[in-house]
């Protein structure tokens, strides 16, 4: 078994492609021919990714663990998107121009590393303050919009916190994702994480987007 590098090694090495993934062609196959719980467990929630080393994940879960406080075994960290398979499975509305990226784009120097986080703890730890604030506002309850729908399904979505307030440990959150993307040995790539109460919100979330591709597979 390959010995994992130290944190020193790592901070002074440059972002590495590991040799995992499939084509898409590959991946469609797959689809059409495995059980919907072999693509997730063996593929979509696996622990490998193409573009993110193992080392430089254990890096991302030593510096949540770090800012909240929190035993970094508590933390299971999953690479999405792109940075996953070197492809995208869903289709993505395109925010400068409103168009629909299509499905299967490939990863590229303009992609994002998007990573899915199961930590019960921080997500309890973000709920609690959010709840706070909810109290706290002269109006209730507070009209949450967005974050509640995704709230709802067990999925904390950072991007939708309140705007305008001081939140200590939501900003904690994207202070460390700006950490991240700053450094060296992540590529210098900008970074985003979701955070999911348990792994079986996740695996409902990315069904939902795998079941999307067999469909259209066996239209064909």
Not at 67 to 86: M, Q, Y
């Amino acid at each position: 078994m390959r010995k994992a590098m130290s944190y020193q090694q790592l901070s002074n090495t440059l972002i590495i492609k590991v040799p995992y993934g499939m084509t898409p062609e590959e991946f469609k196959q797959r689809i059409i021919t495995d059980s919907l719980d072999t693509i997730l467990t063996d593929i979509l929630l696996s622990d490998e990714a193409k573009h993110v080393t193992i080392d430089q994940q254990n890096l991302i879960r030593k510096s949540l663990s770090e800012k909240f406080n929190v035993p970094i075994d508590s933390i299971n960290l999953i690479i999405v998107g792109s940075a996953k398979l070197g492809f995208s499975i869903s289709e993505k509305k395109n925010k400068i121009d409103n168009s629909v990226l299509p499905r299967y784009r490939q990863f590229s120097p303009q992609s994002d590393i998007d990573l899915a986080i199961i930590c019960t703890p921080i997500f309890e730890i973000l709920w609690n303050e959010l709840s706070k604030y909810s109290f706290s506002v002269p109006y209730y309850p507070w009209q949450s919009n967005k974050f509640g729908n995704y709230l709802v399904c067990g999925w904390i979505r950072p991007d939708f916190f309140p705007q305008r307030v001081r939140l200590r440990k939501c900003d904690d959150w994207w202070d460390t994702f700006r950490y991240l993307s700053s450094r060296q040995v992540l590529g210098r790539r900008r970074i985003r994480g979701g955070l999911f109460y348990n792994l079986e919100q996740l695996k409902t979330y990315q069904s939902k987007a795998l079941l999307e591709c067999i469909n259209i597979e066996k239209l064909k």
